[in-house]
Structures are given as structure tokens and as C-alpha cells.
């Protein structure tokens, strides 16, 4: 099983920007980034490819986060621009991130953006 690491978040302003890394073990299809308000429900922020280095973004991030692979340290990396307060949330890094129910999790981190 693929085992993954976040580092990265906190608390930011309004505007601001943050940067997540995840590292990971292994050879997933793919690595990314999903995101967890108060509540059970799990939104997919972004997701890298393996093979290809294809993107993906949600609608509500697109033009202000950029995924990107560094492939000789196993890390992707999430950078966030001009925060938004509703994007607050634990941010969570996860292996295969284009299948509906993704096995491998990392343990995420928090997200606070807030004046």
C-alpha cells in the first residue's frame, strides 16, 4: 500500500498563498490533493498524473492552485494562491486520486484562511 505525508498549511490571510507538499512511497497512477470542510463530504482539489503528468482542478481552484511532481524526491507539491476563506479545510494528500474512492491517505493537514 502506498503510504503519503503532507506538510505544509496553516493559517493565512485572506489573499494570501500557502504551499502543501506530499510525500509518498511506491508507484501510484496517479497523486492529488482532495480537501474535507466540517462535515463527511471529501472534495477533489487536484490530481497529477504519473504516467503522463496530466492535471486536473476543480472548478472552484482553477487559476489559483498549481500541482506539480518532483519525480527524484516522490513528492507532489500544491501551491495555493489567493486564498479564499471557503477554502478552508484539511487538506489531504492521496494516492490514485482519479478513482472514485481512493485506498492510500495521508493524514492531512489544516487549512485556515481567515483575517
Known amino acids: 500500500q502506498v503510504q503519503l505525508v503532507e506538510s505544509g498549511g496553516g493559517l493565512v490571510q485572506p489573499g494570501g498563498s500557502l504551499r502543501l507538499s506530499c510525500t509518498y512511497s511506491g508507484r501510484p497512477y496517479s497523486v492529488g490533493w482532495f480537501r474535507q470542510a466540517p462535515g463527511p463530504a471529501r472534495e477533489r482539489v487536484s490530481c497529477i498524473s504519473s504516467w503522463d503528468e496530466s492535471t486536473y482542478y476543480a472548478d472552484f481552484v482553477k487559476g489559483r492552485f498549481t500541482i506539480s511532481r518532483d519525480k527524484s524526491k516522490n513528492t507532489v507539491i500544491l501551491r495555493m494562491n489567493n486564498l479564499k476563506p471557503e477554502d478552508t479545510g484539511v487538506y489531504l494528500c492521496?494516492?490514485?486520486?482519479?478513482?472514485?474512492?481512493?485506498?492510500?491517505w495521508g493524514q492531512g493537514t489544516q487549512v485556515t484562511v481567515s483575517s
Open positions: 492521496a494516492a490514485d486520486c482519479g478513482d472514485p474512492a481512493p485506498a492510500s
